[in-house]
């Protein structure tokens, strides 16, 4: 399930396989919000099908953020960011399969392995600026 998954490709097998444990596999049909701005944060996704448009409400006011594709992480930025709850919504535009990665796992995987933890970090960077570009120019 999580094996073709770029920034998973540093772990062993065996490591895979361990992680894999804590996976879950979730399907979200079209127009279906996986987790909206202000939920708790506790878990991040892995889209391995599919495409996601991702959020912010301001003043009554939908802000787009962006899209997320297949193979690339959502809900990264509540996990590691100060408040633990979710900064935008997810809404699916096309029907979309998801890995799973629960809060706990995946700082266990990153104490492990921290080169993992470095990319997560440079992905989360990457958004930040994205989105402080975005909200300038709305």
């Known amino acids: 399930m999580i094996q ?3 920034m998973l490709s540093t772990l062993s097998q065996q490591d895979l396989e361990n992680l894999s444990l804590f996976c879950q596999k979730k399907t ?10 202000g939920d708790e944060a506790n878990a991040m996704y892995i889209l391995t099908v599919g495409e996601f448009e991702v959020y912010r409400t301001h003043l009554s006011e939908k ?3 962006g899209e997320v594709h297949a193979e690339e992480v959502l809900g990264e930025m509540a996990l590691f960011g100060e408040s633990g709850k979710r900064m935008a ?4 535009l096309v ?7 629960l809060d706990f796992s995946i700082k266990e995987m990153t104490e492990k392995y921290p080169e993992l933890l470095q990319k997560l970090k440079e992905i989360i960077e990457i958004r930040n600026e994205q989105n402080k570009m975005k909200m300038n120019n709305d």
């Open 63 to 65: 802000q787009f953020l």
């Open 28 to 37: 979200v049909q079209r127009g279906e919000i996986l987790f909206e701005q």
């Open 4 to 6: 073709s998954i770029g």
């Open 95 to 101: 029907d979309s399969e998801l890995v799973v990665l």
């Open 89 to 92: 919504s997810a809404r699916a």
